[in-house]
Nanobody
Framework: QVQLVESGGGLVQPGGSLRLSCAAS????????MGWYRQAPGKEREQVAT???????HYADSTKGRFTISRDNAKNTVTLQLNSLKPEDTAVYYC?????????WGQGTQVTVSS
């Protein structure tokens, strides 16, 4: 069993920054991809950014240049630095880890960008 616990969400003004963290525990395969997804009200869940064990990264076009994903392989943690936040970034952000056919999700953390 694998568990993911996110932290760091909150309310921030437009142009502000937040840092999201996620810790994975359990029976985790050494080579995996960790990522962040988000779901806004009335919209489908979308990928924000992913990072592999070898630190290959991928970003959604809407977050390139503003968000940065990083990971600590020894601690099985992944972090998302969110800068220059916009109201349209408001969503529940979910942490994810995957390998082969296995996919695990965290419970989500709310990010609200509003003045």
């Amino acid at each position: 069993q694998v568990q993911l616990v996110e932290s760091g969400g909150g309310l921030v003004q437009p142009g502000g920054s937040l840092r999201l963290s996620c810790a994975a525990s359990g029976n985790i395969f050494r080579f995996n991809i960790m990522g962040w997804y988000r779901q806004a009200p009335g919209k489908e869940r979308e990928q924000v950014a992913t990072i592999s064990t070898l630190r290959n990264t991928h970003y959604a076009d809407s977050t390139k240049g503003r968000f940065t994903i990083s990971r600590d392989n020894a601690k099985n943690t992944v972090t998302l630095q969110l800068n220059s936040l916009k109201p349209e970034d408001t969503a529940v952000y979910y942490c994810n880890i995957a390998w082969d056919s296995f996919v695990y999700w965290g419970q989500g953390t709310q990010v609200t960008v509003s003045s």
